[in-house]
């Protein structure tokens, strides 16, 4: 066993137990035993059971990124304030300032990115268990918790539209396999794609699409699935499929949310707002409009009474 797998075992054991226990489920609900689409759904299950653990941190996650967005408007204006100042005082003023306003709104700039950065051991260790099923269907490696010479053999053989779980795009020879990797690839790029998309330009203020961290996600919105595009190539279908699932699951997640607590001034709450309005009307409820109240006339220096002119005698 390799450093990496060691680092990785606990974690890669855990994700062993899990496709086993979601296989076991879904053969006792009449999937075909040993090889067969009941490992393909294991995978979907493993995202499923992650993504359920995962769920209070989305709501840490959305609650960051909603701060991150309210306090765009003070970091420009503190990013203006130093932007000519070079001297190492103003750069510290900058940072104890920014630093500040982090705590003040309750977040900082990785917070949006605790999910990815938390599923990347697990991305990792399902591919490792992926990749070592050769291994240990030969009898070569130990097993991996439940997974055994005769479990790994059946997951192996175990295939997609023709393309077997453990196949990657440059170690097979199958062209059937190649499209179906290609495909798949295409799905994880483009998922991720729309994901990130759907949360940075339908759920921020304006104020927050402007900037030097928004360039950044602007950047981060095309450089991840060209990524994802490129290294694509090198994973295993299992991998590919996980990978697609978390981002469905992740857009199916993001769209309820937007949908229901949209970020304040975005796109998604003038939409909000505005299907509000009209149910009231179907209703026959007309919102009320806020009365407007006379502002009081300015208050300037008194009239002085006219004291009346005495009639000149003439003379």
């Not at 940075?200 to 699409?209: D, I, R, V």
């Not at 095309?222 to 857009?251: D, K, Q, R």
């Amino acid at each position: 066993m390799g450093f990496f797998d060691t680092i990785l075992f606990p974690i890669q054991w855990v994700v062993a137990w899990i496709m086993y226990g979601s296989h076991q489920v879904f053969t006792t609900l009449g999937f075909q035993d040993g090889p067969g689409f009941a490992w393909v759904l294991s995978i979907v299950a493993l995202v499923i059971v992650i993504r359920i653990l995962l769920i209070p941190l989305f709501f840490k996650q959305i609650k960051a990124s909603r701060g991150m967005q309210m306090m765009q408007p003070e970091l420009q204006a503190i990013q203006k304030k130093y932007k000519n100042k070079k001297d190492p005082s103003s750069r510290e003023a900058m940072g104890r300032e920014t630093m500040e306003l982090y705590r003040k709104h309750g977040t900082n700039p990785m917070a949006s990115c605790m999910p990815i950065l938390l599923q990347s051991p697990i991305f990792f260790a399902l591919f490792r268990v992926l990749y070592n099923l050769p291994p240990i269907a030969a009898g070569t490696l130990d097993p991996i918790g439940p997974i055994d010479a005769s479990v790994a053999a059946d997951i192996e053989e175990s295939s997609l539209f023709g393309a077997q779980l453990s196949d990657i795009f440059l170690q097979t020879d199958d062209w059937g396999a190649r499209i179906t990797i290609l495909v798949l690839i295409l799905a994880m790029s483009a998922t991720t794609f729309f994901t990130q998309r759907q949360l940075t330009m339908k759920n921020m203020p304006k104020a927050a699409l402007e900037g030097p961290m928004a360039n950044t996600q602007k950047m981060m919105l095309y450089a991840l699935p060209v990524i994802f595009l490129i290294s694509g190539v090198n994973f295993p279908v299992g991998v590919l499929i996980y990978w697609t699932t978390t981002n469905l699951w992740s857009m199916g997640q993001q769209f309820y949310t937007i949908k229901r607590m949209p970020a304040p001034g975005s796109e998604a709450e003038r939409q909000l707002k505005e299907k509000q309005a009209a149910k009231a009307a179907k209703k026959g409820i007309v919102a009320e409009e806020p009365t407007e109240i006379e502002p009081p006339k300015p208050v300037g220096q008194r009239e002085q009474p006219m004291r009346k002119n005495r009639k000149k005698k003439k003379r």
